[in-house]
């Protein structure tokens, strides 16, 4: 399944087309995450469900709240934000 912007928690997301990474690239990189960019927060979230193998409105959310609430400010890039959340993701679901 793709998380869409209206499984999106959090309604006060910037949608600038700039930082729309999807279309650009279909991995995370060295590019700076932004976790008040829908668009990115939508990338990473589906990315992340994918590499699960699999991804629900439930999981695409308990993400988007990890990120929201828990990333350090010191993850920078979206690939940063990929491996934090590896990490975090499996000490939370156990």
């Keep these: 399944m793709t998380f869409l912007k209206e499984h999106l928690h959090n309604g006060d997301y910037n949608w600038a087309m700039g930082l729309n990474h999807s279309i650009q690239n279909n991995e995370p990189d060295r590019r700076m995450f932004d976790r008040s960019n829908g668009y990115q927060m939508l990338f990473i979230i589906n990315y992340f469900g994918q590499s699960l193998g699999k991804l629900t409105v439930t999981d695409g959310r308990r993400i988007e709240k990890l990120i929201s609430t828990q990333l350090p400010g010191n993850i920078k890039s979206e690939l940063s ?14």
Excluded: D, K
């Design 81 to 94: 934000v990929f491996n934090w959340l590896r990490g975090i993701y499996l000490y939370y679901s156990n």
